[in-house]
């Protein structure tokens, strides 16, 4: 008899309760190793499956962050009503001229001649409306308002990216501060009890608690920076409140160069430059249609008493100064600027994306280099066990301990350069 398979639900059941008994090992082995092996196991557990599944949820709260403030930022809110202005600003340039009533009324002289009444209504044709030139261009600076208007969302997104990735940092920082808060203070306590055995003298004690002192100020100052941090989050927000204590960062690995080069040309600052040159290019045929000459037509008439004369009017203008072909030239030389515009701005954003993405790939080896030698010879744990079983000074301790600290707060910075160098990156080449 063939076996039964597993319903999808019992799987994941079977992998969670899998995950879980894992999980629960690796951390009773961390709790039992001794000190030298804490640092290969803490790379274990970040290597471990529930690492990704905490990737997966950082990332998931990112994009729900983001798209927050892509929906309430007053900025944004306001150039999207601009950009809804300036549709309506060329749709009502669409509409012909409106038209022009004349009524006269002359008296008779000498006395005895009859009065006269005129009449005229005129209506002045724009070759640009009916030819639809018009309409052309009024479509092509609607796409070019939405071009500006993705450019500028892209730096107010860009903005609330690097915010994000530094109060990451300053999450990290913080309990990294914290930690080393705690532990300073336990060891001002240690030295306090072998002040009263005798092992130690007050000046060890008073090192001790400046120590504490100093790494709590340290704390207190990245608070308040991360205070501030979490301000300028809730203001790209548009003032609603915003949450964001996660210490992981959002990974964004980086694929080839030539990859990233060929989503250039989609890009908001590319797009706006072609539709900027598609619509000088709309002017130029428009300013070609508007130097004909300007038709009127219309209806006149002239009554007399017993007697009345009415008829068609036509009316054409005469290009006698050349204002028209001026006009001309003028367009022509708006739309030679625009396509140079357009051709220095793809060299400068593809030069500035092959510099961020050498500098990305060099402070990603960096940091990854400084994070493997660090988890190999931190000496942190090594010193704290030395220093509980009296076998290394007060005074050698605080060195080799700022030393060790000094490097993991190297590492922790180069990590943050990196992932705001990779972000970076990705933001150029964003749709």
Same mark, same amino acid.
């Given at each position: 008899?063939?076996?039964?398979?597993?319903?999808?639900?019992?799987?994941?059941?079977?992998?969670?309760?899998?995950?879980?008994?894992?999980?629960?090992?690796?951390?009773?082995?961390?709790?039992?190793?001794?000190?030298?092996?804490?640092?290969?196991?803490?790379?274990?557990?970040?290597?471990?499956?529930?690492?990704?599944?905490?990737?997966?949820?950082?990332?998931?709260?990112?994009?729900?962050?983001?798209?927050?403030?892509?929906?309430?930022?007053?900025?944004?809110?306001?150039?999207?009503?601009?950009?809804?202005?300036?549709?309506?600003?060329?749709?009502?340039?669409?509409?012909?001229?409106?038209?022009?009533?004349?009524?006269?009324?002359?008296?008779? $002289?000498?006395?005895?001649?009859?009065?006269?009444?005129?009449?005229?209504?005129?209506?002045?044709?724009?070759?640009?409306?009916? $030819?639809?030139?018009?309409?052309?261009?009024?479509?092509?600076?609607?796409?070019?308002?939405?071009?500006?208007?993705?450019?500028?969302?892209?730096?107010?997104?860009?903005?609330?990216?690097?915010?994000?990735?530094?109060?990451?940092?300053?999450?990290?920082?913080?309990?990294?501060?914290?930690?080393?808060?705690?532990?300073?203070?336990?060891?001002?306590?240690?030295?306090?009890?072998?002040?009263?055995?005798?092992?130690?003298?007050?000046?060890?004690?008073?090192?001790?608690?400046?120590?504490?002192?100093?790494?709590?100020?340290?704390?207190?100052?990245?608070?308040?920076?991360?205070?501030?941090?979490?301000?300028?989050?809730?203001?790209?927000?548009?003032?609603?409140?915003?949450?964001?204590?996660?210490?992981?960062?959002?990974?964004?690995?980086?694929?080839?160069?030539?990859?990233?080069?060929?989503?250039?040309?989609?890009?908001?600052?590319?797009?706006?430059?072609?539709?900027?040159?598609?619509?000088?290019?709309?002017?130029?045929?428009?300013?070609?249609?508007?130097?004909?000459?300007?038709?009127?037509?219309?209806?006149?008439?002239?009554?007399?008493?017993?007697?009345?004369?009415?008829?068609?009017?036509?009316?054409?203008?005469?290009?006698?100064?050349?204002?028209?072909?001026?006009?001309?030239?003028? $367009?022509?030389?708006?739309?030679?600027?625009?396509?140079?515009?357009?051709?220095?701005?793809?060299?400068?954003?593809?030069?500035?994306?092959?510099?961020?993405?050498?500098?990305?790939?060099?402070?990603?080896?960096?940091?990854?280099?400084?994070?493997?030698?660090?988890?190999?010879?931190?000496?942190?744990?090594?010193?704290?066990?030395?220093?509980?079983?009296?076998?290394?000074?007060?005074?050698?301790?605080?060195?080799?301990?700022?030393?060790?600290?000094?490097?993991?707060?190297?590492?922790?910075?180069?990590?943050?350069?990196?992932?705001?160098?990779?972000?970076?990156?990705?933001?150029?080449?964003?749709?």
């Amino acid at each position: 008899m063939a076996p039964v398979p597993e319903k999808p639900t019992d799987c994941r059941q079977k992998m969670k309760k899998t995950t879980d008994i894992d999980m629960k090992r690796l951390l009773y082995i961390i709790m039992c190793a001794r000190p030298v092996a804490l640092p290969l196991l803490l790379i274990m557990l970040f290597l471990h499956p529930a690492a990704a599944v905490a990737q997966t949820g950082v990332g998931e709260r990112y994009r729900a962050l983001l798209d927050s403030i892509d929906r309430h930022n007053t900025t944004l809110r306001a150039l999207r009503q601009q950009v809804e202005a300036d549709r309506a600003g060329e749709r009502a340039a669409l509409r012909l001229p409106d038209p022009e009533v004349g009524l006269a009324y002359l008296w008779g $002289s000498p006395q005895g001649v009859p009065a006269r009444r005129n009449v005229e209504v005129t209506q002045q044709l724009d070759w640009g409306v009916l $030819s639809g030139r018009r309409r052309q261009v009024a479509r092509l600076s609607g796409d070019v308002s939405q071009g500006d208007c993705q450019v500028q969302r892209r730096e107010v997104m860009a903005e609330a990216e690097r915010v994000i990735t530094e109060l990451s940092y300053y999450n990290r920082l913080c309990a990294e501060l914290a930690r080393r808060k705690a532990d300073a203070d336990e060891v001002a306590a240690l030295c306090e009890r072998r002040r009263d055995n005798g092992s130690v003298n007050q000046l060890d004690v008073n090192k001790m608690r400046l120590n504490a002192s100093l790494t709590a100020t340290q704390l207190r100052r990245a608070e308040v920076a991360r205070g501030q941090l979490r301000q300028e989050l809730q203001r790209l927000a548009g003032g609603r409140p915003v949450v964001w204590d996660d210490t992981l960062y959002v990974d964004h690995p980086l694929p080839p160069l030539a990859d990233l080069r060929t989503a250039l040309p989609a890009t908001p600052e590319l797009r706006a430059a072609e539709a900027a040159v598609e619509l000088q290019r709309a002017r130029l045929r428009l300013s070609r249609t508007e130097a004909l000459p300007a038709l009127s037509v219309g209806f006149a008439g002239e009554y007399i008493k017993g007697e009345g004369h009415s008829g068609v009017s036509l009316g054409l203008s005469v290009p006698l100064w050349g204002s028209g072909r001026r006009r001309t030239a003028q $367009s022509r030389a708006q739309l030679v600027l625009a396509e140079l515009q357009r051709d220095d701005r793809a060299a400068r954003l593809d030069a500035r994306l092959g510099q961020r993405y050498a500098e990305a790939l060099a402070l990603r080896a960096t940091a990854d280099r400084l994070g493997r030698e660090l988890a190999a010879a931190d000496n942190a744990p090594l010193l704290r066990r030395a220093l509980e079983l009296e076998r290394l000074s007060l005074l050698d301790y605080l060195l080799e301990l700022s030393f060790c600290y000094d490097a993991r707060m190297q590492w922790m910075e180069a990590e943050r350069d990196a992932r705001r160098a990779e972000a970076e990156v990705w933001l150029l080449t964003r749709e």
